[in-house]
Nanobody, 119 residues
Framework: QVQLVESGGGLVQAGGSLRLSCAAS????????MAWYRQAPGKQRELVAA???????NYADSVKGRFTISRDNAKRTVYLQMNSLKPEDTAVYYC?????????????WGQGTQVTVSS
């Protein structure tokens, strides 16, 4: 049984910073690409940033230069450092990971963590 557990969300003023963490646990053989998505009220879920197992990254244009994704493979954890936050960054942030277990490989999702940026 695989779980992704997120932490680090909260309320912050515009211009502030937050760091999200997402730790994977369970009977895991390997973890491929890990990513952060977000979903604002009334909007579709969108990719914020992704990082491959070798460390290659990509970002949504809206967060380039402000957010940094990283991972610690030994800890099975992915991070999202969010700086210069804007009110439009307000959303529920979800961790996603492509995980190989004994019988298959598929995407897993965390439960989501709320990020609220006040103006």
């Amino acid at each position: 049984q695989v779980q992704l557990v997120e932490s680090g969300g909260g309320l912050v003023q515009a211009g502030g910073s937050l760091r999200l963490s997402c730790a994977a646990s369970g009977s895991i053989r390997s973890i491929g690409t890990m990513a952060w998505y977000r979903q604002a009220p009334g909007k579709q879920r969108e990719l914020v940033a992704a990082i491959t197992s070798s460390g290659s990254t990509n970002y949504a244009d809206s967060v380039k230069g402000r957010f940094t994704i990283s991972r610690d493979n030994a800890k099975r954890t992915v991070y999202l450092q969010m700086n210069s936050l804007k009110p439009e960054d307000t959303a529920v942030y979800y961790c996603n990971a492509r995980i190989q277990v004994v019988i298959n490989t598929r995407d897993y999702w965390g439960q989501g963590t709320q990020v609220t940026v006040s103006s």
